[in-house]
């Protein structure tokens, strides 16, 4: 079973691990992590899932800088060998409320062009798909940008 949890700063390292397995190409530093982290819980929300063990297993975020500004889905991220059980659907929603709460009208995110999987999940979820930035992820990898209108 997957639990979910807000992320502590205990967790960093192991998703510093994480995130260079996940996202190679790009990943974010532990200061880049720490810096992100610093915003919780006022302008930003980390949120990790975990299996029987208590191992950490995706972990997502979500930045919402004030009121009336649209969020940005910072990061969704799922092991491998935990993809297609819920658990980015569950972030998602998780991030959303989250979100809304703080009176954010729309959610962003940016998602590789190559990711089929993510980009399908994202567009059951509501998304829609409003611009590619050429080159978001490095010389050649480009991301779509996705939008999804709240309704707060």
Partial sequence: MINYREAISLDLPVLVSME???????PWSMGQFKEEFKGVPKTR???????????????AAVLVVAPGVEADVLTVA??????????????????????SEKGAPAMMLEV???NASA????????????????GYYGPGLD??????ELGV
């Fill in 20 to 26: 260079r397995v996940l996202f190679a190409d790009a």
């Fill in 45 to 59: 929300y980390f949120m990790v899932a975990t299996d029987e063990q208590d191992q950490i297993v995706g972990y």
């Fill in 78 to 99: 799922v092991l491998p060998d935990f993809t297609r059980q819920g658990i980015a659907s569950q972030f998602m929603g998780e991030l959303e409320a989250w979100s």
């Fill in 112 to 114: 590789g062009v190559n």
């Fill in 119 to 134: 980009i399908a999940l994202y567009e059951k979820l509501g998304y829609q798909n409003i611009s590619t930035r050429k």
């Fill in 143 to 148: 991301a779509l940008v996705m939008r999804k």
